[in-house]
């Protein structure tokens, strides 16, 4: 049964202009001053959530984007802040990239964060996907299976932290801690200072190919699944699969337990003034997402196309109504969508926790407003906010 709520604001800040007839994507490059808007435009949007009884606000990691679209670079020191201007929402990690850090330092910037808001804030790891982000940090992106590797080892590292008094690990890109003279003592292990006080630790990663090898990973370290972007609505796989990854570790988990199921979303008062409404936001998200593999079907031409100003019907770019058919975005009123996320609810019986999500580029206005609808509308229909 669904009964949280939450959201997924990835830093994005005002544009003048959006859609596909405004400014490409490649283009947008936006001054200091008005990058920084990021944060407090956060904390709008937290604490309109936190009024209306939403169960969180999932934030993510990002770098080096001068064009606006994802403008938090640390979300442990954001969720401290945000935690101190806020009451009760938690605030969930969506997601540290853990090959961005080195894996004792998240370690231990999750466990200063998780004591100082009272266990408020949420644990999330992903790979990334941006080569910009990674490879700058001296990580590797373009190489998946380097990636993985990596990432697999630090979520290790991570565990072992969180959860040993002391520890050691041994593996191919970290030996922890060295064999060094310490005060008269050879080092052979080490504590997280401090570690975790709310423990176990809620984790949670992405599932974007729901490979058996990263689902079963998942479920070996009792890792949870979001699924982002109406992708599970569109095809159970990833929804099966990780059932199946339980079940293969001895677990019997209910379809849908364990997840969390992203949509996007705009209500209005009818569905053909909401489709008019979202449909700049939705190329918004086109514009960025396409050359990153994340608009699913897209072909090279059309990611071309959708580079340029104009002309995506021609090019074959796929619409917003295309990806409202298979469920990967909802446009209609609040009775529409109680209905969509009841059938959710039917379809998937273990299913807790739900991602409502404004497209990427969504003014501020905007988003409160479809915010508050949402929850004054939506909500109540469901056990919302049961802690």
Known sequence: MITRFATVYPGHVDFPDMGQTATPANERRYGNEHLATVFAKTDAVARRMDELGYYAIWLAEHHFQHEGYECLPNLLMSAVHLAHITKQIKIGCGFNIAPMWHPLRLAEDYATADILTGGRVIFGVGRGYHTREVETFGAPMLDPEANRELFEEQVEIVFKAF????????????????AVPYRGYELREITLV???IHRPVECWQPIVSASARGLDFMVRHGIKGIIGGGAATMAEGPIHGYREAAARAGHDLKLGEN???GIFFHLADS???????LTPFYEEHVKMFAPL????????????????????AAAGVPSLEHFMKTGAWFAGTPEE?????????????GLQYVNVSTSIGTPEAVMLEQLTWFAREVMPKFKAGVQ
């Open 194 to 196: 401090p570690r975790p």
């Open 271 to 277: 569905r053909e003034k909401a489709v008019r409404e």
């Open 163 to 178: 959860n040993e008094e002391s520890f050691k690990h041994h593996g191919k890109h970290y030996t922890l801690p060295p």
């Open 293 to 312: 593999g994340f608009v699913p079907g897209i072909k090279p031409p059309q990611v071309e196309a959708a580079a340029q100003r104009g002309g995506w």
């Open 337 to 349: 969508l109680t209905a969509y996320l009841q059938n959710l609810q039917s379809r998937f019986p």
């Open 259 to 261: 997840l969390c199921l």
